[in-house]
């Protein structure tokens, strides 16, 4: 078993300058992103106001890598 653990930075940044709207946008556009990136099979938390975890089972190193990778890419290329 196997957790990656994720803190988006900058929420409280967007909620201060744009408002918790904004910021609710934010982790939710999040959130769609991490989704679409994770096999069903796999348990996405959301464990504080920008902190997520996923549980995998069974996984190997190579593809827990391509996880992290694509998650990043694509919230850096959302943001």
């Known amino acids: 078993m196997s957790i990656i653990s994720i ?4 929420l409280k940044k967007i909620n201060d300058k744009f408002g ?3 910021g609710d946008l934010y982790i939710k556009q999040a959130s769609k992103i991490i989704q ?3 096999n069903k099979k796999y348990i996405v938390y959301r464990i504080g106001g ?3 975890i ?4 069974n996984s190997s190193h190579k593809e827990i890598n391509s996880i992290i990778d694509n998650i990043k890419r694509k919230i850096n290329k959302s943001y």
Do not use: N
Request: glycine share 6%.
């Open 54 to 57: 996923i549980i995998l089972k």
């Open 36 to 38: 679409s990136v994770i």
């Open 20 to 22: 918790h709207q904004t």
């Open 50 to 52: 920008d902190e997520y």
């Open 7 to 10: 803190d988006l930075d900058g």
